[in-house]
């Protein structure tokens, strides 16, 4: 009898056990965009490589749209350990303490996209993710969305055209200075609430990349859009250091890899998915868009760079200096390009071709 209920208990604990170890690891992901956008897109991709390479080992959750959090919120519960994994916009570190991430909130510091993706991938995207470990957050990898445009119910062309507007900002102290620099007045505001306050009148405009405009429909209440790249907004994908840093060694590998690899399909898709939400704007009929000229994006340039001194020390005067380096540096590479003799091949054999169709 003794040996039986033992046996019983032997197998009862077994079967718990190996329930137990089944149970899949769950990574809740929340973010504040659309499904279809760039980073909507990618988590996506990322849940399907995770599930599919940890052989379900791994769970992840995807919430989209602030379904669980917003901006701000959504960053307190990652590090008390209620979402593990997120991807804030650069633009929204400063309330953690971290304000050199507001290097990528200066206007026009980036020419093009290969300057950002040194920056990024280089010694000032590790420095950056370094700063997080104290606030209990690991870094894993910055994706990219795109150069942003303004947009309002008037048009938006010279820099007289900002005066007194009111207009929604993410949480970032550069892009207060930014917007008061052009005549406007910032209103930081989390990006759930940007429609329902420009449909009200709460704002007069905003400023956001093109995927971002239409899939929240901001075009529908906002009848002008300045094509003007006058700043950048990306990502860094995030999760809990403790959790990242309990999970099983080949684990995290995998996860690690899965991420580099949802990295680069991330940026790939980014800028197709701006184009294409620049050709739906524009097929909606309800906003103007006007493409700002280079002679005047000169103006707006002069307007902006007193930012990027007047920040120099909340950010980092060696990070500024450096991301200038690096896009003298590209600029530099692409005219040695461009100028490079243009190797001329050997005449070759001419090849027969069928005689037209007469
Ligand atoms: C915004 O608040 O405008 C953006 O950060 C939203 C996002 O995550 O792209």
């Known amino acids: 009898m003794k040996l039986a209920a033992l046996f019983s208990a032997l197998v009862l604990g077994v079967a718990t056990f190996s329930i137990q170890a089944a149970e899949p690891v769950i990574i809740k992901f929340s973010h504040v965009v659309a499904p ?58 400063g309330p953690l303490g971290v304000r050199s991430f507001e290097l990528f909130d200066l206007p026009y510091i980036f020419p093009n996209k290969e300057t950002l993706y040194r920056v990024m991938d280089g010694d000032i995207g590790r420095k950056l993710f370094s700063l997080l470990d104290a606030k209990g957050i690991t870094g894993l990898g910055f994706w990219d969305n795109g150069f942003k445009q303004m ?14 507007l009111k207009l929604r900002i993410q949480s970032s102290k550069v892009l207060e200075a930014q917007m008061k620099a052009l005549g406007a007045n910032p209103q930081v505001m989390a990006f759930s609430e940007v429609y329902s306050a420009l449909q009200q009148g709460v704002v007069d405009g905003t400023e956001n990349p093109l995927s971002n405009l239409y899939t929240q429909k901001m075009h529908e209440v906002q009848k002008h859009l300045t094509i003007s790249d006058h700043g950048y907004l990306g990502y860094a ?25 949802t990295t680069v399909f991330e940026r790939k898709i980014a800028q197709e998915e701006n184009d294409e939400a620049l050709a739906k704007v524009k097929a909606a009929g309800t906003t103007h868009v006007y493409v700002l000229p280079f002679k005047d994006r000169v103006v707006w340039q002069k307007a902006l760079l007193p930012v990027h001194k007047a920040f120099e020390e909340k950010i980092g005067r060696d990070l500024i200096q450096a991301t200038y380096l690096t896009a003298a540096e590209v600029v530099k590479e692409k005219a040695t390009k461009a100028i490079a003799p243009v190797k001329k091949d050997k005449p070759g054999p001419v090849k027969a071709t069928k005689p037209a169709k007469t």
């Open 36 to 93: 279809d956008t760039p980073k909507g897109r990618a988590a996506e991709y990322f849940k399907k490589l995770a599930e599919e390479r940890s052989k379900g080992r791994v769970k992840v959750e995807v919430y989209p749209n602030s379904q669980l959090y917003k901006d701000r919120e959504e960053i307190e519960a990652l590090q008390i350990g209620a979402v593990q994994m997120l991807a804030p916009s650069l633009a929204k570190f």
């Open 151 to 164: 947009s309002a119910n008037k048009p938006l062309r010279s820099v007289e055209d900002f005066k007194g």
């Open 237 to 261: 994908v995030i999760v809990n250091k403790k959790f990242w840093d309990d999970l099983p060694a080949d684990l995290r590998a995998t996860l690690d890899t899965a991420m580099q690899e």
